[in-house]
C-alpha cells in the first residue's frame, strides 16, 4: 500500500490546562473522504488547526505525502496542497466573492512580480479574463450563481459565504481539502447539494477531511470515519460501523436520535429534568403557562429593509402574540437574519412598521429595545472572546442591575449547562464553536426577556447538545416567554412551534399553523426538499 | 477665489506664481502613496516622517561632504532606508493594529530625538544647510515621479502580490490558508513604503536651502494619513487627489493656513463619518460600522481580530 496522503501521529495540544488534543493519530489516504465527528469542544477543529500550522505549540508528527510539515506555518502547510476552510467562515469582507476566490489562487499565479508590472496591459487584461472565468467556474461548482459574484463577500448570506470560502479553498488547486463544518447553517436541500459537491470533488480524486454534525451527510459521503471525544480517539472506521460503536452512541449521538434526523417525540427525554430551569429563570413573578394572550406582542407590518443594493426584506408582515413560539424557516439568503436584526433594532428598515408592547422598533435604539424585553441571540454567537465566560453572562444583565438575583439565575444556567461553569474563568474565545453558542443563548436569557429572537440556535451543535437546545426552547415557551425561531432544522422547528412563515427571497411565501405548514406540499418543495431525512 | 480663477483662466501665471506650492504637492503626493502601500497591506505604520529624514539626511549630508550628485545621494538615502525597514520591520511586523501603530511611531520618535537632535553630523537641532538645493528645478523630477509611482501602484494592485496584500488587510489567518506568506508580503510592503517616503524626503530635501529636523515629526506623519484617508485607500489615485487637495487647500484659502492642522482633524472626521471609503472609491454596499471610532478604526484597518 502507498504511504498515506496525510498521516498524523500523537497529535496534542494543550490550552492553559485543557488537554485539547490529547494524543490522537489517525491516517487518510488518497482519495478518502474521512469524516471527523464528535461532541462540541471534542478537539476536531483544534485538530484541523495543529496540522495546518494555526495553531502553535502543538506536539506531535504531521505528514503530508511523506513530508513532515510539523510546526510549519501556515502558509507553507498550504504550499504543500492542504486547502482549508474555517468553522467561523473567514472571508475577505470587503472584496466581492469573485475577488475572494481570486485570491485563493496565489499558488498557482506566476510568481515574478516584474514581469507582472510590466507586461502589456492586453496580456495581462487576457490573464485577469482567465483567472476570471476559472473564478466563475469554482462559484458554479459549489452552486452559487453569477449574480453573487460581485457582491462584497459581507453583504452575502451565511450559506452563500460558506460556499465562496469553499470556492476559494478549491482555488489553491488542493490535494487534501479540509472542511470545518460546511453545511452549518444551511438548510436540508442545500445540505444535500453539498453532499453531492463533496461526492463529484471525490469522483475528481480529491481527498477530504471533514468535520461535520450532520450525520446522514458524513454516512452518505465518508469512506471511513474517526470520532473524538475529549481530546482523545475513541472510535475509527467504517461509517456504518463508528455509528453502531457505543462509546460513539454515548458520547456522541445519543441513544434516541440516532444520526441526528429529526424525530418529532424525543422532546421529552431532555426535558423532565430541568424544566423548573427554565420557568425560575424567565418567568420572575409571571405564572408558568403557556397561554397565548392576543394582542399584546410583536406586531410587523409591510417592513421593507435594503442592505445596500439589495432589497432583503420585501414587504413582510408578522405577528407573535404573547406566549407564542413562531418560526421562520426559509433557504439562506431569504432574509431571515436581516428580519430578526431589523425587529431588535440592529438593522433600519426602509420602510414599514413595528412594534413590541407599544415601543415602537425602528425607531427605538437597540439598548432601549433590549430594555424593553428583547433578547435577540444572532446568527454566528458574537460573544466577547477576550471576557471570561462568566463575564459574557455578567453583561447579559446589564441592563437588570440588582446583583443577587442576576447571581442565582446565572448559578442555575450554570446547572443547566455545566460547560459554563467549569470554563466559568476562561476567556469565552476558548470554547469551541458549540460551546459559544450555548454560552450565547444563555447570555440572552440573563437578561430576563419576554421575546426571545433565536437565530439559528442548533448551528455548528452536536446532535446531543442540539436536542438539549431544543428542549430548552420548549421549556422556555412553556414557562411563558415568547419565543420568534429562525431555523435551519425545519422539522424540528416546526414541531416546536405553535405557528410558521415561509420565507422566500424576503417575503413571505406560506404562513400558517405548524402542522399545516407540515403537511403543505408546497412547503415541503419550495424550501426541505422531497425527504425530510437527508 | 482668486486662486481658482487665476488656475482655471492662467494657467501659465498660475504656475509661475505657486511653483513651490506645486513642487510641495508632488512631494507630500509622493509621501500619500508611501503610507498607502502599507495601508493597503492592512498596517498602519506611523514611520512615514523618519523614513523620509533618513532619505533627507543621507543625501543632503553626502552632498555636502562627499560632493555627491543629486542622484547618487537619493539613492544612497533609499538604500539606507530600506535596510533600516527591513531590520526594524522584522520584529515589529508581528504587531497588528494599534500595537504596530505605536512601534512605528516609537521609531520615528526615537531618530528624530534619538539621532538626528543629538548627533554633530546631522547639525543637532540646527539642521542642515543644503546650499546645493534648487527649489524649482525639481518640480519636473518629483511630478515625473509622481506619475510613475502612481502607474506602478495601479499596476501593482492587479498583480498577485498586490492582491496578497489584500488578502492580508482582509483576514490574515485567512490569507495564510491560501499559502500566502504574510510576514514576508508585510514586510515587502513596510520596505517599499519605507524607500518611497526616503526618496520623497530627498527630493524635497533638494528643493529647500535648509533641511528643517522639525518637518519630520509625528505629526508630520498625521498629515501624510490624512492625506491618504481622505483620498481613500481603495486605490492608489485616492491619496494622491487626497494629497494635492489638503496641501493646495491653505493657499487657496489663506484663513485657513493658521488653522492647518485643526482643519485637517475636521475634514479627517467629516469623512470619516461621511465618506469613510474616502474621496476617491466606489461606495461599498457592506455596512458600516456605527460611530467616529469604529469608523475610523476599521478604515485604518485596525478592528480587533476576530476570535476563531
Known sequence: MASPLLELSELRQYFGGVHALDGVSLSIETGQVFGLIGPNGAGKTTLVNVLTGHARGGSGLVRIAGTDVAGKPPHLVASAGVARTFQGVRLYHELSAIA???????????????????????????????????????????????????RPAATLAYGQQRRVEIARALALQPRLLILDEPTAGMNPLEKREIGRLLSRLSEGGLTILLIEHDMPLVMSVCSRVAVLDFGRKIADGEPQAVARDQKVLDAYLGTETSCGSASEDDTTQAEGATSSTAAAITTGARPATSQTRPGRGLRASDLHVHYGAVHAVRSVSLAVDEGEIVTLIGANGAGKSTLLATLSGVLRPSSGAATFDGLDLTRAKPARIVAHGIAHVPEGRQILGRLTVRENLELGGYTRGGSRRLAADITRLEERFPILAERRSMPAMTLSGGEQQVLAIARALIARPRLLLLDEPSLGLAPILAESVFGLIAELHRSGLTILLVEQNAHRALSLAQRGYVVETGRIAFSGSAVELQANPEVERAYLGSDPRL | MGFFIQLLTDPVGFYNAHELLVAQCGVNALLAISIWLTLYAGQLALATAGFMAVGAYTSVLLAIH????????????????????????????????????????????????????????????????????????????????????????????????????????????????????????????????????????????????????????????????????????????????????????????????????????????????????????????????????????????LAATRAQ
Not at chain 2, 562627499?66 to 508581528?94: E, F, K, M, N, Y
Not at chain 2, 554633530?120 to 515625473?144: D, F, H, K, M, S
Open chain 2, 66 to 301: 562627499q560632493h555627491t550628485s543629486l542622484v547618487a545621494g537619493t539613492v544612497s538615502g533609499c538604500a539606507l532606508a530600506a535596510v533600516i525597514a527591513a531590520l526594524i520591520g522584522l520584529p515589529v511586523l508581528r504587531l497588528r493594529g494599534v500595537f504596530l501603530a505605536i512601534a512605528t511611531i516609537g521609531f520615528g520618535e526615537a531618530l528624530r530625538f534619538g539621532v538626528i537632535l543629538n548627533w554633530p553630523l546631522t547639525g543637532e537641532g540646527q539642521g542642515l544647510t543644503n546650499l546645493g538645493a534648487n527649489p524649482t528645478g525639481g518640480i519636473l523630477p518629483v511630478w515625473i515621479s509622481v506619475a510613475a509611482l502612481a502607474y506602478l501602484g495601479w499596476r501593482i494592485t492587479r498583480t498577485r502580490l498586490g492582491q496578497a496584500w489584500a488578502a492580508i488587510r482582509e483576514d490574515e489567518l485567512a490569507a495564510a490558508a491560501s499559502a500566502i506568506d504574510v510576514r514576508a508580503h508585510k514586510l515587502v510592503a513596510f520596505v517599499l513604503s519605507a524607500v518611497i517616503a526616503a526618496y520623497a524626503g530627498a527630493l524635497d530635501a533638494h528643493l529647500n536651502f535648509f533641511v528643517d529636523p522639525t518637518e519630520y515629526g509625528f505629526d508630520r506623519t498625521v498629515q501624510v494619513l490624512v492625506f491618504a484617508v481622505l483620498g481613500g485607500i481603495g486605490s492608489v489615485a485616492g491619496p494622491i487627489v487626497g494629497a494635492v487637495a489638503l496641501t493646495a487647500l491653505p493657499e487657496a484659502a489663506r484663513w485657513a493656513s493658521d488653522y492647518r492642522d485643526v482643519l485637517y482633524g475636521a475634514i479627517l472626521m467629516v469623512v470619516v463619518v461621511f465618506r469613510p471609503q474616502g474621496l476617491i472609491a466606489r461606495r461599498r454596499q457592506t455596512r458600516r460600522p456605527d460611530g467616529l471610532w469604529p469608523r475610523l478604526r476599521s478604515r485604518l484597518g
Open chain 1, 100 to 150: 475572494n476566490i481570486i485570491a485563493g489562487m496565489h499558488r498557482q499565479r506566476m510568481h515574478d512580480i516584474g514581469r507582472e508590472l510590466f507586461a502589456p496591459l492586453g496580456r495581462v487584461r487576457r490573464a485577469r479574463t482567465a483567472r476570471h472565468a476559472q473564478a466563475l467556474g469554482l462559484l458554479e461548482l459549489v452552486g452559487l450563481p453569477d449574480e453573487v459574484a460581485d
